[in-house]
Each structure stands twice: as C-alpha cells, then as structure tokens.
C-alpha cells in the first residue's frame, strides 16, 4: 500500500512534528540549534512556505506553517530534513551511520480560530512543559524567544499570524493547559487529524481525503455467534 496523500494546500495551517530515529537527540549543542535555524531560513527563501510558531527541542521539532502554494510545506521539510541529515553527517563525519529521523514528517490541519492559538501554545510552551526551563521564553530555540527579542534575531524566521496573539501572550504561553487541550493537540499529532470546531474536521477531512484520520483504529468488533448486533 502507497503511504496516503499528505495535505498541504495553499493557505492552509499545519503543524509539523518530526522526531529522532528511536527518540535519539538531534540537536546535541546550541551550534547544532543554530544550524538547523539557519538551515530553516535557507529553506524559506527557496520554497513557498512560511513559519508561525516554532519549537526546537532536543530530540524533536514543531513547526506550525502556511504554504504560499500547494505542496510547499512538504517541499520545504523533505529539503530540510535531508539538508540538515546531510549536514549533520559531515559535521560529525558519520555519513552512512544510520538514519537521523525517524521517518517522514507528521502534520494535521488547524482550523485559524482559537484552535490555532491553542495549537501555538502548545509548541511555544513545549520545553517548558518538559522542564528544560522555568519559563517559555527562556528556551532560545523557538519562536516565542525570537518574537521578544530586541532587535530582532537573524536568521528572520517568523511570518505574521492570521490572528493577532492575544494581550499578554507570553504570560498565556506560560500558563498550564488543560488536559482536555493537550489530549486533542496530542490525538490530532498522532492521527494527524484536522484540529478545530466539532463540524470544521469533518469538512476539511472530506475536501483533502483525510477521513481516515477520523475513523478509529482497528477492525470492527466481530459479534458473538447467536447474538444480535446492537442498533
């Protein structure tokens, strides 16, 4: 079997997430941070895709983009993640060692409403959710530390949001989510489901062929011999 069509049209939200092969680090030391941001910004001048918010962590990243045409996210981080390999193999002189990444990358829809903000505070809260640091913005590596910096850091990564971040933002980003927030972030990251409003998944699942993503898993439960099927 094929692997299923990936959506990626212009104008949509998607969050992106790839991860190392067996969880292993890909970013051992803040040189190896900066690389791949550079290797980020080398990506959007080739390809027509833009950045909204973004986390580097250690062994995984989050990239929430806007393709400026179809199939430019998937252009864009199929270059990066084989550039970044390619890279990272030279640096290390490990070339032909191994896969870097577990495979291709994971990606769902995000409806751009308050599903979208949700969407951001999950990636931009990421490291402080896993207590590498006391506060969201202390980690450099992603777009909430970019946004605050004065001036502005180089590489220039961000592209405006289509909703205005909220008053306080970073006082939001640094605020606990609730479990019923992260559990849908997370359900939507491993089915790569649509994430928004009740009717919004059903709609876009229909119109990019991701109807799958919202059926579940596994075979049907087999009926027992002599017993009726309930209605």
Known sequence: MGRPKRADEAGGIYHALNRGNSR???FDTPDDFEAFQRILAEGLSRYPCRILPYQLMPNHWHLVVRPTADGGMSDLLRWVTLT???????????????HIYQGRFKSFPVQDD???LVVCRYVERNARQAGLVNSAEDWKWGSLARWLAKPRRKPDLLTPWPIARP?????????AMSKKEV???????RRGSPF????????????LNLETTLRPRGRPKKVAPGRKKES
């Open 167 to 175: 008053g306080h933002w970073k006082d939001r980003v640094n605020q």
């Open 183 to 189: 559990d849908a972030v997370r359900h939507a990251i």
């Open 84 to 98: 970044h390999t390619m890279r990272r193999h030279a640096h290390r002189h490990t070339s032909g060692k191994g």
């Open 114 to 116: 308050g599903h979208f």
């Open 196 to 207: 928004g409003d009740p009717d919004w998944p059903q709609s876009i699942a229909r119109r």
């Open 24 to 26: 292993a680090a890909i």
